[in-house]
């Protein structure tokens, strides 16, 4: 679906992304982990072209999307993003905040909009809440509402950037039930997080960043119970002391 090649990302003279390949399949799950500052929000507005790659590229479906003349625009309306903050919109009730993508991005009909958001409000528990105000709902409310929200454009991928974050620890487990049936069904998903649980559980693949690179790569249970790199080791050491 996403194919990551030789992508690097530099602010100024610090190189936050270096070299960076890996690819992400069609109805796959792939978790990023590592410390905070590794690079792996940047990986992620990097491939929605929320920030521009210093250089690689970020071939979709065929397609190297930062050539001169690919449509970015139509480009974006294929993957979903879920940040750590909800960016509901505050003066739009609940379907208002569903709707007004698909009608001002991929003009549907109000009718049509409207349906589907419904459907999706219903995937994540939230469609009896269509006319309540982002005020009135807790953060998990709103962070499932914003999940709506970006299925409710049917992407091909769903980005998820530490969605769970922002959340109180009550609210975390709300979230993560709505991603893991969402993972069920098949969807397309690359979720960076510091739920080590989920990412155990649900991966198809596992990548560890650390400095800007991909350290490790793999299936979780190659990740999680026989690490190949001293770093890995650490970090996954120090994130289960924590816990």
Do not use: W
């Not at 982990?33 to 940047?42: E, L």
């Not at 491939?47 to 979709?60: F, R």
């Not at 596992?206 to 690179?213: E, K």
């Amino acid at each position: 679906m996403i194919d990551i090649q030789h992508l690097s990302k530099t602010f100024g003279t610090h190189e936050v992304l270096r070299d960076i390949d890996f690819s992400v399949n069609q109805g796959e799950v792939v978790t990023i982990i590592g410390s905070s500052g590794s690079g792996k929000s940047t990986l992620l507005r990097c491939i929605n072209l929320l920030e521009k790659p210093s250089s690689g590229q970020i071939i979709y479906k065929g397609e190297n999307i930062l050539e001169d003349g690919h449509n970015v625009y139509e480009y974006r309306t294929k993957l979903g993003m879920v940040f750590q903050q909800f960016n509901l919109f505050n003066n739009h009730d609940v379907l208002s905040n569903c709707t007004v993508g698909q009608i001002k991005v991929l003009k549907r009909s109000v009718d049509e909009a409207e349906k589907i958001a419904i459907k999706y409000l219903n995937v994540v528990g939230m469609d009896n809440y269509i006319n309540a105000k982002p005020s009135q709902l807790s953060g998990g409310q709103k962070q499932r509402v914003a999940i709506a929200r970006a299925l409710s454009m049917e992407p091909d991928v769903m980005l998820f950037d530490e969605p769970t974050s922002a959340l109180d620890p009550e609210m975390v487990g709300e979230v993560l039930k709505v991603m893991k049936d969402l993972a069920k069904s098949g969807l397309t998903m690359l979720v960076v997080t510091h739920e080590m649980g989920f990412a155990k559980e649900v991966s198809d693949r596992v990548v560890f960043m650390d400095q800007g690179v991909i350290a490790e790569e793999g299936a979780p249970e190659e990740i999680f119970n026989n690490p190949v790199h001293d770093r890995t080791r650490e970090f996954l050491k120090r994130i289960i002391n924590k816990e």
